[in-house]
């Protein structure tokens, strides 16, 4: 077993699923960094330094990717072969209004601030989010990889405007 | 070889041992202190604290530290606060708020120099100059040779201060170990004798400079969640600003110089800890400060502190009742008020008993111990990138390819291409800072990619591999996937060193200071022959057979052999080939080794097995 050649859900021996357990990930980051770390191997050889180099930023990169909703879609996406180009247009009517709706909600609030609008804004949303986080676990079980990648971009629509409003709601 | 610390972290035998030492290289005073058990500071004229100041003579001579304070008269040039110009390019300089009071001049490659007696001087070689003091104080003290060092930076230095601070040593013949962030050292030393867990906030106020870390601490793994701060706030403006008070509010004080005012003002600093007021007289006329008026005045300073603690906080993804602890360090952190106010603020209690001055380099010592494998430990810091890094793209804009905060190392990927037919060269500069366009951050240097194969526009892929290593510094390595050519690499520094220039540096040193150079090595090759014979002896008894054929087997003792039979003799030569043979022919045991390590680390067990 190479440990570079594993996806990540196979380094961290967590099954392959949207949904993941952050504290459960957390420790196995410790664990594995325990024994990868290039402190582990001040004294080691060139090699054994540069292996270990190697494994600890492959562990870190998967740390990333597994701990966040929209890489670990992507992800899953890409262990599973599916590729799509970027620049592929939506055709969901509603989606591509609620965008407009949104993007002209944000443009108002940053001239002017009000917030019960941005909280109100904000539970909206965050709900939104939760049925697209549930229509990507079902589309993935049904494995229809078109579906997840329909909802990724709504995914990340969402994330965006929830941080845009959180740092909006901290001002 | 540290095969062994895969299963037995532990050195057992007390000739193996290696002296290593933390070093806090600082802007106004630097330590130096090793850790074995206990925690020891080597001190220089009974004082813990020695001052980062270089002192050169007209015969060229060198003084550091104390025997440079001491020096008054004007044939010894001073240079103060070199930490401040450390990796800084000469515009840098000239852009500065404050000029340092040094002559620098702009040599070779933009450097910043400063003239000195017709010489020219860098912020290296002043920095190195610092090191060696620290290092033959330390050797002298202990009557060992150093064998590797921890040395402290803060958070926010970029790659090339980093670089900088990393060729300072190696100039004053010092083997870095790893540079380590000054909050994260501080935590270390909070955080092994308490044995706490949970979130902090490394508050580190000091003389020149301000810094913050958000930290979680975990059975025994540090991780910084983020870091924040302000290079140019410190104890010195809380000086400034008492002395303005002074001259506004007594008329007399016009007869004074500032840095006569100065004087009082920090007097006053000091004296007025937990008093209700102080009363001092300047020369028969009464000056009285109450803490009240002490605390309006400094209030703008502390509130700017707190600022930076709470932006800290917020980009650590804590909410602040999420924060256990706010540790101090600093000395600045001296003054009374602001712990009261920081838990008022910030609701959670505030630590102080490691005294704040030797707190970073107290947390040095113990990582220098836990990497020379002296120490069995089983701890680890996991540290982060604190600024993100990114290549400029069309119309000098910055694009982030690894953001701030991300955990290290870490190794990003990008794919260029050509927008030429037949282009063979393609420049990429590579930037590191928060902001939006390039001019605003700090480039790195500009990689120079060669030898592209002759294609149509669009038609190469070059992977360029972005690797950050655990001290946060940077390399950069490309191939061309679709030939599988290596693309050749020039990097040429934005400013600055190369690689060349350090190195020719170290020959010149080398060759003015030669001696038992012959010996030192021998000894050396010899220490370091014996851990390479035990750690592999030891992993071979422990799982040697499972993982190994025979032949394989036998390959190595016999490699193995022939290290020992040179380890008896006095030829550092062979030695060092024999430890170079055992390596070479250990590799694929070592890859082996790591790859079968993970199958029983997590393979098969559910986190209630691990926990």
């Known amino acids: ?171 | 070889m540290s095969l062994l610390q895969i299963s037995d972290p532990t050195i057992t035998n007390e000739n193996l041992k290696k002296f290593v030492v933390g070093i806090d290289l600082g802007t106004t005073n630097s330590l130096i202190a090793s850790y074995d058990l206990n925690l020891r500071i080597y001190q220089e004229n009974s004082s813990k604290l020695i001052p980062s100041v270089v002192g050169i003579q007209k015969d060229d001579n060198i003084l550091v530290g104390n025997n440079a304070c001491l020096q008054s008269d004007s044939d010894t040039t001073i240079i103060r606060s070199i930490k401040r110009i450390m990796g800084l390019s000469y515009e840098d300089i000239n852009k500065l708020d404050h000029q340092e009071n040094f002559p620098v001049v702009r040599a070779q490659n933009d450097l910043p120099c400063i003239a000195v007696n017709d010489k020219e001087y860098s912020a290296i070689d002043i920095s190195s100059k610092i090191l060696s003091h620290l290092k033959q104080l330390a050797e002298s003290m202990e009557n060992k040779t150093l064998d590797g060092a921890v040395i402290t930076v803060p958070a926010y230095f970029n790659d090339i201060q980093r670089q900088a601070t990393k060729n300072a040593a190696k100039l004053s013949g010092i083997n870095v170990l790893r540079l380590l962030n000054e909050p994260t050292a501080a935590a270390l030393a909070y955080g092994l004798e308490s044995n706490e867990t949970g979130s902090f906030v490394i508050y580190d106020f000091g003389g020149g400079t301000f810094d913050v870390s958000v930290l979680n601490l975990d059975k025994g793994i540090f991780k910084v969640l983020s870091t924040d701060g302000n290079t140019r706030l410190g104890g010195d403006d809380i000086d400034n600003a008492i002395s303005i008070w002074l001259s506004n509010n007594y008329s007399f004080m016009k007869k004074y110089s500032y840095s006569e005012i100065k004087e009082y003002a920090k007097s006053i600093k000091e004296s007025i800890a937990n008093e209700e007021s102080i009363s001092i007289k300047v020369n028969e006329n009464p000056v009285t400060l109450s803490q009240d008026q002490f605390q309006d005045i400094i209030a703008p300073i502390l509130n700017e502190t707190f600022e930076i603690v709470k932006n800290a906080i917020t980009a650590s993804g804590l909410s602040p009742s999420e924060i256990k602890n706010i540790i101090l360090v600093g000395g600045s952190t001296r003054i009374n008020c602001i712990k009261n106010l920081l838990e008022k603020k910030f609701s959670c209690s505030v630590l102080n008993n490691i005294d704040p001055d030797i707190v970073v380099a107290h947390g040095a010592a113990i990582q220098a111990s836990l990497l020379s494998g002296n120490n069995k430990d089983n701890i680890l810091l996991l540290d982060v990138l604190p600024l993100s890094l990114g290549i400029e793209t069309y119309g000098g804009l910055a694009e982030k390819v690894i953001l701030r905060n991300t955990p290290i190392p870490i190794k990003l990927r990008k794919t260029f291409t050509t927008f030429k037919d037949g282009q063979s060269k393609l420049l990429i500069n590579v930037i590191q800072g928060e902001r939006e366009l390039v001019d605003d951050c700090n480039s790195l240097g500009s990689f120079i990619l060669s030898d592209i194969p002759s294609m149509v526009a669009g038609g190469p892929r070059i992977d360029v591999d972005f690797q950050i290593d655990a001290d946060g510094i940077l390399s950069v390595s490309a191939t061309e996937t679709t030939t599988g050519n290596t693309s050749r690499i020039e990097v040429k520094p934005s400013y600055g060193l190369s690689e060349s220039d350090i190195t020719q540096m170290i020959n010149d040193s080398n060759e003015s200071a030669e001696i038992d150079m012959n010996l030192r090595r021998l000894n050396e090759s010899i220490v370091e022959g014996k851990r390479v014979v035990y750690a592999l002896e030891q992993a071979l008894n422990n799982d040697g057979k499972d993982l190994l054929s025979n032949e394989e087997y036998q390959s190595i003792i016999d490699k193995l052999d022939i290290l020992k039979s040179s380890i008896s003799g006095d030829n550092s030569d062979l030695i060092e080939h024999g430890i170079r043979e055992v390596e070479k022919q250990s590799e694929f045991y070592v890859e082996r080794r790591m790859n079968s390590s993970i199958k029983s680390l997590i393979a098969g067990k559910g986190i209630d097995d691990i926990l």
């Open chain 1, 1 to 171: 077993m190479d440990i570079l050649k594993q996806n990540f859900f196979e380094l961290f021996n967590i099954d392959i699923s949207v949904d993941i357990n952050k504290s459960d990930l957390d420790e196995k980051l410790k664990i594995l960094q325990n024994n990868f770390h290039p402190d582990k191997f001040t004294s080691g050889s060139d090699f054994e330094k540069r292996l270990a180099l190697q494994i600890s930023s492959y562990i870190n990169d998967g740390y990333k990717i597994l701990g966040d909703i929209v890489l670990r879609v992507e992800y899953i996406l890409k262990i599973n072969n599916f590729n799509k180009d970027e620049s592929t247009t939506i055709n969901d009517i509603d989606f591509l209004q609620e965008q407009i709706m949104y993007n002209e909600l944000i443009e108002s609030l940053k001239e002017k601030l009000e917030d019960n609008v941005i909280e109100d804004s904000l539970s909206d949303i965050k709900l939104k989010l939760k049925n697209t986080i549930n229509n990507i676990k079902l589309s993935y079980q049904d494995r229809e990889f078109e579906d997840m990648w329909q909802n990724l971009s709504k995914l990340r629509f969402y994330i965006n405007n929830i941080n845009e409003l959180i740092k909006m709601r901290n001002k």
